[in-house]
C-alpha cells in the first residue's frame, strides 16, 4: 500500500493571500509544484507573530510527485524567499511550537483549545486517523481536531503544541520541568497577540498530561502576568495521563544511558525519584482551588510494545500489555463520576478519532457544559467594583472624580491592564529630574507653543517610564515652570498611555492605545462618552465589547470629528518601542494625530512620547522638540564612573604609575560608557564588581580582561549572579529571595528577616519555636547581617534605611521580575535537593507568625489585628500557590496559641473568634485544610463530618465564617474574599448547622445570618466587592435552610447603626426583618427568597419606609446609588410604603441630622438636610466626621450626581402604593412577641458550663 501523504506546517503566508489565489502563490513560489497537487487544509493567523498585519499559517497536503525543490534540512525545514517580502516561505514537518488549526472571527472568539500530544509522537499525527482503505490514501486524510470540532464549536480556537519528545538517539537531556517553562513562554507569546486573553481548553494525551500539570504548578508560583494565565483554564481532558506511572520496563533499553533517560523514569510506575507523586497532589490541589474542571480518559486496549528488531532498530512488535493502568489514568481531581470515560482503543489511538465518533461525540458534551465565559463575561468580570457597581446611565469617571459618562460604550473601552505598566513602573526618588526646569530642554516652552510632537529618547534600561511616570504624577511641574499652572491646567487635558512589550495585547497595541484614549476622553466628558455610546450600540457583532484594532480606529477617528471640549489634548506615550507593530506604522500614526485641526477635526492634539533611538523614529522625528536622556544622564554615570575607579585603583593598585593608572582608568571608563547604555544600574554592577575580584598586586591588564567578560544584558548578568552562588548557600539564598518577594505589606525589616528564614526548616510549630529560639541567640549586628546577605544572595538585596530602621528590598524591580519567572527556582535549586513543594516563601512567613508572639499588650489594636490579617493572607496564599494543605504545620499548633491569636483588643460586636486550626482555616479560606480534615472525620462514621464541624470546641465556626465575610474590607486579596463563599458553600454541604445561635463576647445571642448583615464601617467598601461576596453568602444560607424573615435589630444593622456602642439611641433596639436593614444584592436575594416584602417592624414600619428614611435619627450609611437600587428591588417585587412612611414621604423636611454628642446644626446646614429624604444623600458633618472624610476646608456641597439620584429616587417611590391602615399594636405584639439579642445570664452559665466539660476553651470574655 502507498504511504498516505505527509501533512505539511506553512508558515509566514503574506497576510490576504487565500483560497486559490493561496495556491497560486505557492505554486509560483515553489518550482515544479503543480496547482492539482495541493490541498490547503486550514489557513489561520499565525498566532505568535507580532507584526501587523500577521503572517498566516497553513496546513496542507501535496501529492505524488512531490516537487524536488522540496527538500528538507536536517531539522525538518524547507525555505522559498518571497519576492519583495522580508522574510521567506517556511514549510516544515516537524510542528514545533503552536499551530493554529482553524481562524475564528474576533467578534466570536470565546476560547482558545489547545492540544499536546505525548512521549515519542508527532504534534499532528498523534490526533490523525490514519486511513485504513488504500483507495482513500490519496483522499485529505482527516483530522479531527482541524476537520470537525472547528465546525461544531466556530467560537473555539484550535492549537496544536508541538515539542521534542524523540526516545531514540535523543540527545536532550531537558526534564518536564524545563519542557513546562517552555510551553509557559510559548503560552506568554499567545496570550499577548490577541485582543483579550481567551478562556483555555486542554486536550492532552500520554506525557503532554504530565507537561500541562507541571506548567499550571509552575504558573501558581509565578507573578501576576503568569498567574493570570492559570485563572484563564476552564477544562483540562487528560487522555492516558499516567498520575501514578505507566509501563516502561520496555522503553527503558531503548534510552539506557542517553541523556533523556532520566525523563522516562520520571514516567515509570516504579519511579525512583518520586516526581509524579509530589506532581500529582500540587497538580490536584491547584486544579481544586482555581476551579479547573478535569476530565479522564482512560484506554481498555493493551498497546503493543516497543521492541529491538535489529541493532539501534525499534518497532512496536513486542507483547501487548496496559500502558496506562485505568487507577492511574483516573486524576484525583475527577471526582464525579461524569468525569471520567473509557475509550476502547489502545493508549496511541486514545486520541485518535474518525468523523463522528463515538468518543468524539462524548467529549462534545464536556465542551458545551464550559459555562458561557464569552468575552465579555470574561471582561466584565474583572472590571473593578466601582466601575460594576455604577448604573449604565450614570457612569463615573474612572480616577474617582465628578463627571459623569454614558452606558456601556464606555465600560466595553475599558480593559483590565489599563494601568498595569505605570503603577509597575518603579518610582523615581525625591529630588530627581531637577533638569527638567533647564531652559535647554524647552518642554515648558513646547506646551505653550504650537509645536506638536516632544521626543524623549534614550537607550535601553536609561529611565525613560520612569521619567514619563514622574511626568505623570508631578503637576507641580507646571506650576513651578510657569508661575501659572492654574492656567495651563485649564488650557490643557492629560492623557497617558504606557506601551509594554511583556504585556498583553492590549498593552501594546493601537488597539489599546487607542481605548485607553477614549476611555479617559469619555470618563471626563459626557458629549465624548455620548458619540462611543452611540456607535457601541450601532455596532453589529454579537460581542459588542469586541473592538477590533479597524473599530478602535474609526471610532477614534469619529470622536475626533465630533468632540468639541474646549481644551487642548497632551498624549504622553511611553515606550513607543514597545509598539507590537513596525515602527513606520506607530511613527506615521503620531504624525497624523497630532496634526494641526482643521474643519473636519474637533480635537487639537500634541504629543510628548518617548522610545528608544530607531532608524524609523530618528528618521521621522529628529528635527522635532525634544532630548536625549543619556545626554542628561551620561555626566553622571561619567562622574560616578571616574569616582569609584580612582578610589579603586588606588587601593588595589598602589604601586601604578600615576600615567598607567590614568591610562587604566580611561580604558575602563570608555569601556563602561561604551557598553552602560544609560543604564546606570549596570554601571553600578559591574564597578562593585570590579571591586570584588580586584587584588592588590595584581596585573592592571587583567582587571581589563575580567571587565570585558562580564555580561552586558542585565537578565543575563542576573543569571551568573545566581550561578556564583555557592551550593551549599542555594537553599538559604533561595528561601531570603521568597520571603522578601512575598512580603507584600511593605519593606521587609532585616531582622526579621532573617529570623523568619530560621523558621523555614521546621515542619512543626514547635522546631519553628526552638529554630528561632536559636536563631535569637545568635542574630547578628546588623552591619554584619547586610554583608552576610549580599554574600549569600550575590547583592540580589539590598538594605536601605526606612524610618530608622534597616529593610531589605530587591536591587532593581528588574531583580524582583528575575526572580518570580517559572524557570527561576530550578535555575538556583539543585534537582536533587529536597522536595520543592514546601519551598514558598507564604509558608515561610506563616511559620514565622505563629511562632513569633509579641505579648499582647506590646501592641495596639491596629498592629494586633494586621498580624492576624498576615497570617490569614500567607496561609491562604501558600495553598493557592502550593496546592498543597498547611496540614503537617497546623496539626502540629495547639490549642492555646489559637486562642491566643484570637483574643480580641476592643473587637467591634458582635465578635466570634478562632480557636482551633479548623476555624483558623475557615476563616483564613484554606479550602484544602478543611477537605482534609473532612476527609478524616469521615471515616468516623455517617455523622462524622457534622460532630467535627458543629462541636464547641471550635467555637462558633458558622458565626466566624460569616463574620470573616462581613470583614472582608480587612483584607488585602480579592481572591481570599472570593474564597470564602467557596468555603460556606463547602461547609453547608459537609454538615454545618447554620441555623445554630451563638453568644458572641458580650452575650448576645446571634445567628450567623444576623450577624451577615452587621458591618462595623461599611463604608470602607462602598459600593465594593464585599457586598457581591454577601449576596453570594446569603443565597447559600437561604439555601441551605435559613429563614429569609428572620427578626433582628437596629442595633445590628451596617446600614443604619454607624455608632454601635451608643446603646442609649433611641429605638436603636426596636426589632425588624432582615429585608428592613438589607440593601442593594442583599435585598434582591432576600426577596428571590420569598422574604415578607411587606413585612412590619416593631413598630410597624415596612422595608420601604425603613429606605426612605423613616429611621433617621440613625444615620443611613448606604451610599446614594445603594438606596436607589434597594428601593428598585423593593418596588419590583410589590413593595407598600405604610401610613408613616407616606406621611414622610410627604414631609420630606423631617429629616435632621444625628450627631454623637447633640444636635448643632447650623442654619445653613438644616437648609441643605432637608432638600434630601434620607442621609444617603447627603453628605452631613457628623457622618463625615465618622467616616473621616472632612477636612480643615468644611463639607462640601454635596454632588450633582447625589441630585440627580435623589430626583430619580423620589419620583420612584411616589409610584408606591400606600397600605390602607396602619398596624395594630396587638398585630406588631403578636410578630415580636418579645425582646431579641439581650444578654441570657442563664444561657451562657449553660454554654459556659458545657464547653468546661469538654475541657476545652470558650475564649476570652
Known sequence: MAPEPPTYRLRRIPAGVSGLKLQRFLCQVVPGLELQQLHIASLAPTPDDHTKPQSQTATLQIYEPVPPSLAFDGNGECTFPIPGQRHPLIFDTHFLGFTVLNEVDSGEHAFDLIALSGLASHPFGSWKKHAANADLINLASFMWLRDQLPSDFPNVRVLIYGYDTRLLKSESFQTIEDLAVSLIAQLRGIGKTQTFTKPLLIFAHSLGGLLVKQALCLLARCGESEAFMLDQVRLVVLFGVPSAGMRMEYLLPMVDGQPNQYLVECLSQDDPHGFLQTLNASFHGISRLRRIRLISAYETQRTRTAKETSPGVWARVGDPVILVPRESAIQKGSRNPEDVFPIDRDHSNIVKFSEDDIHYVTLQRFLREIPDSAPRSDFMGTIPPKILAVPDSQLLRFDGGEGTATQGGLKSLWFPEINYREEHIVTAHDHSYGWLYDPNLRFFEWLQSTRRLYWIRGKP?????????????????????????????????????????????????????????????????????????????????????????????????????????????????????????????????????????????????????????????????????????????????????????????????????????????????????????????????????????????????????QLTKLPTELEDYYGLIIDRIAPKDRLEAFILLELVLRDSWGPTELGKLFLASRCAGGNTLEACEQLLKSAKTQLLEEKHMDVHLKDLCGGMLEVVESNRESVVQFMHETARDFIERPEFRQRILPQDGPSLDWLDGHVFWIKYWFAFRI????????????????????????????????????????????????????????????????????????????????????????????????????????????????????????????????????????????????????????????????????????????????????????????????????????????FPEEDNVPHRQDQCRLLHVSWGILSQTLLAHGANVNAYDSRGHTPLDVCIGVKFWLLDTRSARQALETATALIEAGAHLSQYGHKHLQNRSSWNDFSRNKREETERREETDKRYITGAFTESDSMRDFLGLRDDHGVAEPSDDAESLHTEFVDLIKTAPVLPTPATRKELKKLYPKRIGKPDAFGSLRALFRRLSENTRIGPG
Open 461 to 705: 534600561g536609561s529611565g525613560k517610564s520612569t521619567l514619563m511616570k514622574h511626568l505623570r504624577k508631578a503637576t507641580g511641574l507646571w506650576k513651578g515652570s510657569t508661575g501659572h499652572g492654574s492656567a495651563l491646567h485649564q488650557q490643557f487635558e492629560y492623557l497617558w498611555f504606557f506601551f509594554n512589550a511583556r504585556g498583553s495585547y492590549k498593552q501594546k497595541s493601537f488597539e489599546g492605545l487607542l481605548r485607553s484614549i477614549l476611555f479617559q476622553l469619555g470618563s471626563r466628558y459626557p458629549i465624548i462618552a455620548q458619540v462611543i455610546e452611540e456607535r457601541h450600540r450601532a455596532k453589529q457583532t454579537k460581542n459588542k465589547d469586541v473592538w477590533t484594532d479597524d473599530e478602535s480606529l474609526r471610532l477614534f477617528e469619529h470622536v475626533k470629528c465630533e468632540a468639541k471640549i474646549g481644551r487642548q489634548v497632551v498624549l504622553f506615550l511611553d515606550a513607543l518601542d514597545e509598539f507590537n507593530g513596525y515602527p513606520e506604522v506607530i511613527a506615521e500614526f503620531l504624525t497624523r494625530l497630532s496634526a494641526s485641526p482643521n474643519e473636519i477635526a474637533s480635537l487639537d492634539i500634541r504629543i510628548c512620547f518617548s522610545s528608544r533611538p530607531w532608524d524609523a523614529f530618528v528618521e521621522r522625528f529628529d528635527t522635532c522638540d525634544g532630548f536625549k536622556l543619556q545626554d542628561w544622564t551620561q555626566s553622571d554615570i561619567a562622574r560616578y564612573t571616574g569616582s569609584r575607579l580612582v578610589g579603586m585603583l588606588q587601593s588595589q593598585f598602589p604601586t601604578l604609575d600615576s600615567e598607567s593608572s590614568r591610562a587604566l582608568e580611561k580604558d575602563v571608563a570608555e569601556y563602561i560608557r561604551l557598553h552602560a547604555q544609560g543604564v546606570f544600574l549596570w554601571v553600578t554592577m559591574v564597578l562593585d564588581e570590579l571591586e570584588r575580584v580586584s587584588r592588590p598586586h595584581q596585573s592592571p591588564t587583567l582587571l581589563y580582561k
Open 855 to 1058: 505579648p499582647k499588650q506590646d501592641i495596639g489594636k491596629e498592629l494586633y489585628i494586621l498580624k492576624v490579617d498576615r497570617m490569614f493572607e500567607h496561609a491562604y496564599s501558600a495553598e493557592h500557590r502550593t496546592g498543597k494543605s498547611l496540614a503537617n504545620f497546623l496539626d502540629s499548633v495547639p490549642q492555646s496559641v489559637f486562642s491566643y491569636f484570637s483574643e480580641p483588643l476592643q473587637w467591634p460586636r458582635p465578635y466570634f473568634g478562632f480557636y482551633s486550626s479548623l476555624s483558623f482555616a475557615v476563616l483564613a479560606g484554606l479550602e484544602l485544610y478543611v477537605s482534609h480534615r473532612l476527609s478524616i472525620a469521615a471515616t468516623e462514621g455517617p455523622q462524622g463530618r457534622s460532630r467535627l464541624l458543629n462541636r464547641d470546641s471550635d467555637g462558633t465556626l458558622a458565626h466566624g465564617l460569616i463574620q470573616e465575610v462581613c470583614l472582608g474590607y480587612r483584607s488585602r486579596s480579592r481572591d481570599r474574599e472570593r474564597s470564602l463563599g467557596a468555603m460556606t458553600q463547602l461547609l453547608v454541604d459537609s454538615g454545618l448547622n447554620f441555623n445554630m445561635r451563638r453568644y458572641d463576647m458580650e452575650r448576645y445571642e446571634y445567628l450567623p445570618i444576623q450577624v451577615l448583615f452587621q458591618d462595623p464601617d461599611p463604608h470602607r467598601r462602598q459600593g465594593g466587592g464585599v457586598h457581591d461576596e454577601r449576596g453570594q453568602v446569603l443565597d447559600i444560607l437561604l439555601k441551605a435552610g435559613c429563614d429569609s424573615n428572620t427578626r433582628t435589630t437596629y442595633a445590628r444593622s451596617a446600614t443604619l447603626n454607624p
